[in-house]
């Protein structure tokens, strides 16, 4: 099983739409968990980090389940702007603890 | 700009040839990293510094690639004899701590003809 899978995209979807992502991880021993945002051939941009209680960010929700080892990412009322490649990232504890693993990213378009 | 800086932001070179690139992290994060990216493809691990201290190098960075970080501050990434394979987007990311998430740099596009 691969450390990171994230759903393949691409997605496409009208202005106003909800849209959510998943991402699955293999090593129950991740602790910290990020989503980025990467616009095209641009960096990584930190959006949100993801809590185990979940946490909202304006129209941005991320949610953590330990049990089934997977973050989401809930994007209400799509905007334009939000058109970008989405990429999750985790932290193992232990020894490497510093070093964000990266799923391939997913594209988001939102159309007029 | 206090974000962190990267240069050149585009680099075309001919195999074979040597590249090097530099990165400038925030002032105050103590950690460095160095990642890949190809297209299509998340950031793949290649470096990691603490402070000066290079603490791991992913079996990515082939004897051709060398890091360093004298002194603790900017940071080079060397590239020897480069191959049409090590055409990426090379992305310098620092932080502050263990466990949170890394501010990038805009990166150097190398393109090898």
């Known amino acids: 099983r691969k450390e990171v899978e994230q759903d393949p995209g691409p997605f496409n979807v009208p202005e106003g739409a909800t849209v959510a992502f998943n991402c699955t991880y293999s090593?129950?021993?991740?602790?910290?968990f990020f989503w980025y945002r990467q616009d095209c051939r641009k960096e990584p941009k930190l959006l949100m980090s993801v809590y185990s209680s979940g946490n909202e960010d304006g129209r941005f929700t991320a949610q953590l389940n330990r049990a089934s080892q997977y973050i989401s990412l809930l994007i209400r009322d799509s905007k334009l702007s939000d058109s970008a490649t989405y990429l999750c990232?985790?932290?193992?504890?232990?020894?490497?603890?510093?070093?964000?693993?990266f799923g391939k990213g997913t594209l988001l378009t939102v159309n007029p | 700009d206090t974000g962190v800086s990267q240069d050149p932001r585009h680099k075309i070179t001919k195999r074979g040839q040597n590249v090097t690139f530099r990165c400038d992290p925030i002032?105050?994060?103590?950690?460095l990293y160095w990642y890949r990216q190809t297209l299509g493809q998340g950031p793949e691990f290649l470096t990691y510094?603490?402070?000066?201290?290079?603490?791991?190098k992913s079996r990515l960075l082939s004897d051709r690639f060398s890091a360093e970080r004298p002194k603790g501050s900017f940071s080079t990434l060397e590239i020897q004899r480069t191959e049409q394979g090590d055409s990426a987007m090379y992305l310098c990311?620092?932080?502050?701590?263990?466990?949170?998430?890394?501010?990038f740099g805009s990166g150097t596009r190398l393109t090898v003809v």
């Open positions: 090593n129950s021993a991740s602790q910290s």
């Open positions: 990232a985790f932290i193992n504890s232990g020894g490497s603890n510093y070093k964000l693993t």
């Open positions: 002032s105050e994060h103590n950690r």
């Open positions: 510094f603490q402070n000066e201290a290079q603490l791991e």
């Open positions: 990311a620092s932080s502050q701590s263990a466990g949170q998430g890394y501010t």
